[in-house]
């Protein structure tokens, strides 16, 4: 049975800074490019950022980036979010998504397996 657990989010103030993880069971981590994506109320579901399967490629949405940090560990099957300087826009349940295969993609269809979400809020 496959597995993403996403752990981390919590209420912040605005240029505060957390740090998701999501671990994952039940595939093989390390053949698997991984994603983070958010959804606000009332929006859709948003890319935030990519790590291919060796960590070695990075994408991220224009909206974080220099803010925002993904990385992985191979050998514990978890992906991170790092993420600093938040701002009350970067409220979202953030989700973390494996996908079937190496590279890092924005496309939420490129995604097959998806963790439950974690609450971020950042208060101004």
């Known amino acids: 049975q496959v597995q993403l657990v996403e752990s981390g989010g919590g209420l912040v103030q605005a240029g505060g800074s957390l740090r998701l993880s999501c671990a994952c069971s039940?595939?093989?981590?390390?053949?698997?490019?991984t994603g983070w994506f958010r959804q606000a109320p009332g929006k859709e579901r948003e890319f935030v950022a990519a790590?291919?399967?060796?960590?070695?490629?990075?994408l991220y949405a224009d909206s974080v980036k220099g803010r925002f940090t993904i990385s992985r560990d191979n050998a514990k099957n978890t992906v991170y979010l790092q993420m600093n300087s938040l701002k009350p826009e970067d409220t979202a349940v953030y989700y973390c998504?494996?996908?079937?295969?190496?590279?890092?993609?924005?496309?939420?269809?490129?995604?097959?397996?998806w963790g439950q979400g974690t609450q971020v809020t950042v208060s101004s």
């Open positions: 998504a494996a996908r079937p295969g190496y590279s890092a993609e924005t496309g939420p269809n490129e995604y097959d397996y």
């Open positions: 039940g595939l093989t981590f390390s053949d698997r490019g």
């Open positions: 790590i291919n399967y060796r960590g070695e490629i990075t």
